[in-house]
């Protein structure tokens, strides 16, 4: 799921970097003292889950949690996740430095999306009722992620639209794999602390 450098367009990459700090400026003014620890365990989930690569014909995907991440912060989960690319980036070479903002756009936003929309269905009901939602939104926020990077590679060049197209039916098994995951996360949350759900991040 991560864009390398020198693949995008200019345009895609400067426009990239002006929405993702844009998205963490918001993160930022919405992160309370009290989500700080939340924020790091999940930045920290996001790092190691995506070191994990499985081969999937000629490339391969790794987990991403980025719609656990969007479920439990909101708009805070750019700060989260930008933090968990930079180190990855840095550390191990994936992605990046050029391409860190649209790759931060590229999946937190679609976190963000996967909080406001299914954010409020999860505090309703039963804690199995939640999970299901949250299950979703976990494979909501990975289908949005693989689109804006399909949209990313289309906008830099027509040669990309094969790769956009195999990034999304590559991450199908990562669709349902997150879904599952996701979906525990939220029965626990439910059952041990039922309180992260109900209140809505601050945005």
């Known amino acids: 799921m991560h864009i390398v450098d020198g693949a995008l367009s200019n345009p895609v990459v400067i426009g990239g970097a002006i929405a993702a700090a844009c998205g963490v400026a918001m993160g930022l003014r919405s992160l309370d003292l009290d989500r700080i620890p939340t924020a790091g365990v999940l930045a920290a989930s996001f ?10 014909g000629p490339s391969s995907v790794h987990l991403i949690l980025n719609g656990l991440a969007g479920l439990l912060l909101g708009w805070a989960a750019f700060p989260a996740l930008f933090v968990g690319l930079l180190l990855q980036a840095v550390f191990f ?3 990046g430095l050029t391409v860190l903002g649209i790759n931060t756009l590229n999946i937190a936003f679609p976190a963000v999306l996967a909080g406001l929309l299914f954010r409020p269905l999860i ?5 199995v009722h939640g999970a299901i939602w ?10 949005a992620t693989t689109v804006m990077v399909g949209i ?3 906008l830099s060049g027509d040669e990309f639209l094969p790769a956009a197209k ?5 991450h199908i098994p990562v669709m349902i794999i997150e879904a599952v995951l ?6 626990l949350a439910r059952k041990v602390k039922p309180e992260l759900f109900l209140t809505r991040p601050a945005t």
């Open 47 to 56: 790092f190691v889950a995506s070191l994990i690569h499985v081969p999937i």
């Open 93 to 95: 070479g994936f992605g």
């Open 123 to 127: 505090g309703r009901g039963s804690p």
């Open 134 to 143: 949250g299950g979703i939104g976990g494979a909501f926020a990975i289908a």
């Open 152 to 154: 990313s590679l289309a």
């Open 166 to 170: 195999l990034v999304f039916f590559a």
């Open 182 to 187: 996701t979906g525990f996360a939220v029965l």
